[in-house]
């Protein structure tokens, strides 16, 4: 009997085992990770976590846009047509040093500020910072009345000009507010990466690190130790949850 | 008869009166058919986009907020510092006050991306944004300021009028204060991040308020075939021009400081010499036709009435130019995100920002005007807002 019962658990240990081992074969390996992380979805974000970014500027490529096409296509944004008025989650600036002439490429978004000035200037609080860093729109309490986009030092929100038809589920967007780079918190609170950072991977560039700043064993927080790294208008004392290497 | 000689004098004149409606009501619709297209199409049917993101729209409706806390101050200086000739005036500017408020929040909330969501703008506060602060100081504005018309035009709450006199002073400075803060709050843009925002907006208020009050008194004087009395006139003419010469102090002083700063001075070469509409906005709007040529009319006046009128008339122009040049020329002037760098993106970084208003924009700002011309018109018309001391005399010259 004991034997049996041993027996059908060895079987049944057997199993799960190949189960698990197919499992992990066919995967791709990001995915394991991404559930590992997972946060259930009705558990609250906590501010053990603080997400972050860290931009190499010199693995940044002058004139690709492999982040800014992820972006738009992850969030439904579509394609740039009109420049003054679609939305634009993230841009790549390209800049030249006035005395130097040194050139550079760097994608710019929502810095995800520790204290952003969005934050403490929206009327109706719809701008608002999660537990875990991540600076988001409440589309259900924006007014528009663009006041964040006057107060934010980076240019990183921006307002809906048009009606909009063939939304992604997962990134709700309305005509009349403003909106911004989420870190992809969709993706993130499932475990995964910002699609910019997964595009400019894939583009072989590893010129975007995505990770937990709080954590001193994430590789983001590895590396932060140990390069200089530079968190833009730090005069403004935001607390920047993106960093940038080589600017 | 004797006793309604003001009254008499209007309606007699019903026809102009019905005129004047008209007048206001065509603004007012076209203000509304701007709205709805807006509201409809989104804000790309506007000259805005994610570079200015206030527009022509947001200059009326400043100018009108700043301008309505300021044409309160006849009735302060009557109540609170106890002079006669003010006195007499104070429920005009309180009816001012409220009207302009109205016509500038009207248009503020005619322009949000979402005015259906007006409520939620009521009933959800987040105590550190300047700007909730305002929508407070605002419904606290109609509140206090009504109660305090109550007190001046009702003899039984007479009493009650130096105590709401007082409150609404106060409230009112608190009020051009926290209007000033929304920009002397933005820490990241050269324009603003200053305090001198906020004491530099009660200056302006405190001009372009007895500006439009003097228009208005002028009008209405004129209407009823009235004399404004002269003692009163060089009063009035006198402390519009301390007002308008203080305004220039201040926009000289923020200017000077700015100099001195070596980070501000691409900023200050932008818009004291080669920023195009801007620089012309500053120098000829704000400068010349909104300071020296006003306090130039005013010192020959004489006893001219209509002269100070015209220079409060150019008070006022001069004030549009002014909110002109600090809500948009401050930003179209590029955010400076990497100080040393030229930047360029597909995000208009590293340009000056270019603005082209359309008609619906304007037609929304002079929506505003309207309705507090409307509110001032029917007003005046069915309540004893004018000014009592010589309407009273020609009620007496007439008895």
């Not at chain 2, 004291?272 to 400068?287: P, S």
Request: aromatic letters at 10%.
């Amino acid at each position: 009997m004991s034997d049996n019962k041993d027996g059908v658990s060895r079987r049944g240990f057997l199993a799960t085992s190949a189960a698990a081992l197919g499992g992990i074969a066919l995967a791709p390996g990001i995915r394991l990770v991404e559930i590992a992380a997972a946060k259930p979805d009705d558990e609250p974000v906590s501010s053990k976590v603080r997400w972050g970014m860290l931009i190499d500027t010199t693995r940044c490529q002058t004139g690709c846009t492999d982040c800014v096409s992820a972006c738009n296509k992850e969030n439904g944004l579509g394609e740039v047509t009109k420049p003054r008025t679609n939305a634009q989650w993230i841009r790549k600036i390209d800049l030249t040093d006035l005395k130097t002439d040194h050139a550079l490429s760097l994608p710019m978004m929502c810095q995800h500020c520790a204290n952003p000035p969005c934050v403490d200037v929206c009327p109706t609080g719809a701008s608002f910072k999660r537990a875990d860093g991540i600076v988001l729109v409440d589309r259900h309490t924006c007014i528009g009345c663009r006041y964040c986009m006057m107060a934010c030092p980076y240019k990183a929100r921006s307002f809906v000009h048009e009606p909009h038809t063939d939304q992604k589920p997962e990134v709700p967007r309305g005509q009349g507010c403003v909106e911004g780079c989420t870190l992809c918190v969709h993706r993130v609170d499932r475990g995964g990466t910002p699609a910019c950072v997964e595009a400019c991977a894939a583009a072989g560039h590893n010129a975007m690190m995505f990770g937990d700043l709080n954590n001193p064993e994430s590789e983001i927080s590895k590396r932060i130790r140990e390069v200089k790294t530079t968190q833009v208008r730090a005069d403004l004392k935001l607390d920047l949850g993106v960093r940038y290497e080589g600017i | 008869m004797a006793s309604t000689a003001s009254y008499v004098e209007t309606q007699s004149r019903s026809g102009a009166f019905w005129g004047l409606l008209v007048l206001g009501g065509l603004f007012m619709l076209a203000a509304l058919g701007a709205f709805l297209y807006f509201e409809h199409n989104g804000h790309i049917v506007t000259g805005m986009d994610n570079q200015i993101v206030w527009g022509i729209p947001h200059v009326f409706a400043v100018f009108l907020i700043v301008a309505a806390s300021g044409v309160l101050n006849v009735a302060s200086i009557g109540s609170v510092f106890g002079k006669p000739v003010y006195k007499a005036r104070a429920p005009l500017s309180g009816l001012l006050a409220l009207a302009m408020m109205a016509g500038g929040l009207a248009v503020l909330a005619a322009d949000l991306g979402r005015p259906d969501r007006l409520i939620v703008a009521m009933t959800h506060f987040n105590f550190k944004s300047i700007f909730a602060l305002n929508m407070m100081f605002y419904s606290g504005f109609f509140a206090i300021v009504s109660a305090y018309l109550v007190t001046m035009m009702d003899r039984s709450l007479n009493d009650y009028s130096k105590v709401m006199g007082f409150l609404a002073f106060f409230w009112r400075l608190a009020l051009t204060t926290a209007t000033g803060s929304i920009f002397g709050f933005l820490i990241a843009r050269t324009a603003y991040g200053s305090a001198i925002m906020a004491p530099m907006f009660i200056i302006y208020s405190f001009a372009y308020g007895l500006a439009a009050f003097l228009i208005v008194q002028g009008s209405m004087y004129a209407w009823n075939k009235v004399q404004l009395d002269e003692g009163v006139l060089t009063r009035m003419k006198n402390l519009l021009a301390v007002f308008i010469g203080a305004a220039l102090y201040f926009t000289a002083v923020m200017h000077l400081t700015s100099l001195y700063f070596a980070k501000q001075i691409d900023y200050e070469r932008f818009l004291l010499l080669d920023g195009g509409i801007h620089t012309t906005m500053f120098w000829l709007g704000q400068v010349v036709i909104g300071g020296i040529v006003p306090l130039a009319l005013i010192f020959t006046a004489g006893r001219s009435q209509t002269r100070v009128i015209a220079a409060s008339v150019l008070v006022v122009l001069g004030g549009l130019a002014q909110m002109y040049v600090t809500i948009v020329s401050g930003q179209a002037f590029p955010l400076e995100i990497f100080p040393g760098y030229a930047a360029t993106s597909s995000f208009q970084d590293g340009i000056i920002n270019v603005y082209s208003p359309t008609l619906g924009e304007f037609a929304l700002g002079f929506g505003g005007i309207a309705l507090a011309f409307l509110i001032t018109v029917i007003a005046v018309r069915v309540l004893r807002f004018l000014p009592q001391d010589d309407f009273a005399a020609l009620k007496a010259g007439n008895d």
